[in-house]
């Protein structure tokens, strides 16, 4: 992230931008649409990007968001005090989520950009690992690599459900 404040208007800004502890959002908006979808999360079927399809949503229903760098929250690394092997179970877990989120936007009719995304976050994993594996880094590719395992995954698992996946009861997608 950079210190440029910015409109949020496209979803690989979007998503690079916002992280929940620092996402501010009205409740009149979750509320508009439908709230969280609780397939996305911690325990869920895809263990991450809730907060991301909720916004994504808000946006994608006319609701606008910033990015204001000024605004500072603390919130502990997620990898700091993890094992390796955690480290990668982290990685993999997260693509899942992620992969999961890209398959679901680009459902939509708008959904080019979403498929689009996919595929460069899907080349840059993979580019990680052989720059890490080539440079003798074996700990950080095998992360790269649980990482493009994952996205691959969650995108693959949300595509098979095909019309299982209707929004459980309480959300929207």
């Known amino acids: ?7 949020l208007e496209r979803p690989a800004e979007t998503l690079r931008t916002t992280v929940s502890p620092g ?3 009205r409740r009149e908006w979750v509320d508009a649409v439908g709230g969280f979808d609780e397939r996305f999360g911690v325990g869920a ?6 907060e991301s399809d909720l916004l994504l949503r808000i946006l994608a229903a006319g609701g606008r968001g ?5 605004l500072r929250v603390s ?16 990685m993999s877990e997260y693509g899942v989520g992620l992969g999961a989120l890209l398959a679901k936007h680009a459902e939509r009719e708008s959904g080019s950009e ?3 995304l996919h595929a460069r ?6 580019l990680g690992f052989t720059l890490m594996a080539a440079t003798g880094r074996g700990a950080r590719a095998r992360r790269y690599l649980a990482a493009w395992r994952g996205r691959r995954e969650g995108w693959r698992r949300w ?5 299982a996946l209707e929004p459980v009861a309480g959300t929207a997608s």
């Not at 079927?45 to 809730?50: C, T």
């Not at 700091?80 to 092997?85: G, L, P, S, T, V």
């Open 159 to 163: 595509r098979s459900h095909g019309p």
């Open 1 to 7: 992230m950079d210190e440029r404040a910015r409109a």
């Open 121 to 126: 976050l899907l080349r840059r994993a993979l």
């Open 23 to 25: 996402l501010f959002v």
């Open 45 to 50: 079927e895809f263990p991450s990007g809730e």
């Open 66 to 70: 910033v990015y204001e760098p000024a």
């Open 114 to 116: 979403f498929r689009k």
């Open 75 to 90: 919130h502990p690394d997620p990898f700091a005090i993890r094992d390796e092997a955690a480290c990668r179970r982290r």
